[in-house]
């Protein structure tokens, strides 16, 4: 079965500080990809990114950078110097390569305070 | 290019009643995705769509059921509506089913008293 795990429930920092956010996941699939998305209070779900299971490189944009290990089945997200706009709840989620069906973590809620 | 957009924003039901909700995805998108958010569940997959046909289905009654219509649009409808089923329904539209990125609409605030 697969299965998305975002341990922290909530975070909360200071802007200009640094955080990451966690994701663990499980799955039996060799091709699987894993997304992040940003839910803020309006409610909508922004994607963020997308990797595939064979490009374990970690990516950067901008502030936002993604740590991918098979090894430890994890793709975390950083936020670096973050800003009270970066509030809102994260999503990781999980899918099969012939599937469009998401399957999402729990999510965690990112609160900047100024 | 306009996003994925979903009507009616917002919808008061009472049990028992029925309801359809609709989704246009962006231009282009041929697959259409439901998700139901709750704060206790989360968000869970309701159905996958493409080029009319249901490919994927979520552990949901049968009283929740949805179609694609030949220009993409989607609509989903929930039968017999339970206090339960109150929720935020979003819709995600993505070029091709599988792997593709999909994009979500605002969503649909239900609300059955």
């Known amino acids: 079965a697969q299965k998305v795990t975002q341990a922290q429930t909530e975070i909360s920092v200071v802007e200009k500080e640094d955080v990451t956010l966690d994701c663990v996941y499980e799955?039996?699939?060799?091709?699987?990809?894993l997304f992040w998305y940003k839910q803020p209070p309006s409610g909508e779900l922004v994607f963020l990114i997308r990797?595939?299971?064979?490009?374990?490189q970690n990516e950067i944009s901008g502030r936002y950078s993604w740590n991918f290990q098979k090894s430890t089945s994890s793709f975390n997200f950083t936020i670096t110097a973050s800003q009270v706009v970066d509030s809102a709840v994260y999503f990781c989620a999980l899918t099969r390569g012939n599937t469009g069906k998401l399957i999402f973590g729990q999510g965690t809620t990112l609160q900047v305070k100024p | 290019k306009a996003g994925v957009t979903q009507t009616p924003r917002y919808l008061i039901k009472t049990r028992g009643q029925q309801v359809t909700l609709s989704c246009s995805p962006i231009s282009g998108h041929r697959s259409v995705s439901w998700y139901q958010q709750t704060p206790g569940q989360g968000l869970q997959f309701l159905f996958e769509?493409?080029?009319?046909?249901?490919?994927n289905k979520g552990n949901f009654p049968g009283r929740f059921s949805g179609r694609q219509f030949s220009n993409s649009r989607s609509e989903m409808n929930v039968s017999t509506l339970e206090l339960g089923d109150s929720a935020l329904y979003l819709c995600?539209?993505?070029?091709?089913?599988?792997?593709?990125?999909?994009?979500f609409g605002p969503g649909t605030r239900l609300t059955v008293t």
């Open positions: 990797r595939n299971s064979f490009d374990e």
């Open positions: 799955t039996r699939d060799t091709t699987y990809y």
């Open positions: 995600a539209s993505s070029l091709r089913t599988g792997n593709g990125e999909q994009y």
């Open positions: 769509y493409f080029s009319e046909t249901q490919r």
